[in-house]
Nanobody
C-alpha cells in the first residue's frame, strides 16, 4: 500500500509554469505505475499524464501534450508534473494516483491509490 501527497499547486497567470509533486510513502513506490488526473468544477475527472514503473512508458492527454511533462524519481519516491504554458482551461484540482502494475494507463478506474489533490488556478 502507498499513501500519496500532492503539493505545488497555486494561482498563476496564463503562460506561467508550475511543477506539481506527489510524494509517496512506503518502500514499494517503484512497483507502482503513476498517473496524474484533474477535475474542474462540474466536470468529470480526466486523465492528464501517466508513467510506467521504470519511467520508460509515458502517456499524455492530447490537451496537455507538448506543454506538460511527467517524470518520476524512484529514489525519492516522488512523481512530478511539470506544467508549462498554462491556460485558464487547465484550472482544476490535480490528483496523483498509483496502480500496482507495470504499465501506465489512462483510465482513472485502473488506479487504486489517490492523493488528496492540489488546486491549480490559471487566470487569463
Amino acid at each position: 500500500q502507498v499513501q500519496l501527497v500532492e503539493s505545488g499547486g497555486g494561482l498563476v497567470q496564463a503562460g506561467d509554469s508550475l511543477r506539481l509533486s506527489c510524494a509517496a510513502s512506503g518502500r514499494t513506490f517503484r512497483e507502482y505505475a503513476m498517473g496524474w488526473f484533474r477535475q474542474a468544477p462540474g466536470k468529470e475527472r480526466e486523465f492528464v499524464a501517466a508513467i510506467s514503473r521504470g519511467g520508460g512508458s509515458i502517456k499524455y492527454a492530447d490537451s496537455v501534450k507538448g506543454r506538460f511533462t511527467i517524470s518520476r524519481d524512484n529514489t525519492m519516491n516522488t512523481v512530478y508534473l511539470q506544467m508549462n504554458s498554462l491556460k485558464p482551461e487547465d484550472t482544476a484540482v490535480y490528483y496523483c494516483a498509483g496502480r500496482v502494475y507495470f504499465s501506465a494507463t489512462t483510465s482513472y478506474s485502473d488506479y487504486t491509490y489517490w492523493g488528496q489533490g492540489t488546486q491549480v488556478t490559471v487566470s487569463a
